[in-house]
């Protein structure tokens, strides 16, 4: 039950009288079947096979539309990427935008992915997966080797103006990239205010006019700075097989 409806609910019962509840449920797992991760890129001018990674997921539960969990993920990444891409020459590596499939239920795009790259998990720069609605970013946290945290501070000087603080260093989960994480990618966590979130995700309430167009644009603004100038970094983030080991969640 959704909060606005359990908000009704209270309500209903403290008039004093009965109250009648019907629920109609479709609870189940129907077996297996064949998706796909959907992946983009603006190619790198130099080093077009290192890409820095970014992306949401596609899938949604039922009720509702999925547009704060992830639609807004999803429009984050892809709309960093366009704006990236309108830009007179592109970065020297590639921003390369995945749209996961299936992560409600396991994230079984998010695990796929790792199968099929972490052997190469040191030509994937860093990266991150916005899938907490449209809230607005306020910090950022990293899980980058030693030598690339003054390259973080440097992206930091161009965000802060966007509302966004320093979290700390060696604690970033990553989502659907977990599973490259865990293979030695480095990655950021771009933590937003999720005030209004679980009041509406998994929910029939889950629908675009949850969405500030502002708030939006501040996502994208956030994640096309970050791809941008990890793209164009002189050294890199890190990313190697089994990089980060120690760091356990
Ligand atoms: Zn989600």
């Not at 994230?107 to 199968?115: A, C, L, N, R």
């Not at 599973?179 to 679980?198: I, V």
């Not at 502002?214 to 164009?232: I, R």
Request: proline share 4%; charged share 25%.
């Amino acid at each position: 039950m959704s909060n606005p409806d359990a908000d009704l609910l209270e309500r209903m019962l403290t008039m004093g009288k009965p109250v009648t509840l019907k629920l109609d449920l479709d609870c189940g797992f129907d077996g297996t079947f064949t998706g796909a991760n959907i992946i983009g890129e603006i190619t790198g001018r130099e080093k077009p096979d290192e890409a820095v990674v970014i992306g949401g997921h596609l899938d949604s539960w039922d009720p509702g539309t999925g547009a704060i969990d992830d639609g807004a993920g999803v429009a984050i990444a892809t709309g960093a990427a366009h704006l990236i891409g309108t830009l007179p020459q592109h970065p020297k590596r590639s921003i390369r935008v995945v749209a996961f499939a299936n992560e409600e239920a396991g994230m079984f795009g998010g695990h796929s992915f790792g199968d099929a790259h972490k052997a190469d998990v040191a030509k994937f720069t860093i990266g991150a997966e916005s899938d907490f609605g449209s809230g607005r970013v306020w910090r950022l946290s990293s899980k980058v080797k030693p030598e690339a945290l003054g390259a973080i501070d440097q992206i930091m000087q161009v965000l802060a103006p966007l509302g966004v603080e320093r979290g700390v260093d060696g604690r970033a989960r990553g989502g659907d990239f977990g599973a490259m994480g865990d293979a030695g990618m480095a990655m950021l966590d771009l933590t937003q205010d999720g005030t209004r979130y679980f009041d509406w995700h998994h929910t029939a309430n889950d629908t675009l006019d949850k969405i500030d167009p502002k708030d939006l644009a501040q996502n994208m603004a956030v994640y096309a700075v970050f791809s941008y100038l990890a793209a164009e970094a002189d050294g890199d983030f890190g990313s190697a097989p089994g990089a980060f080991a120690t760091e356990k969640k």
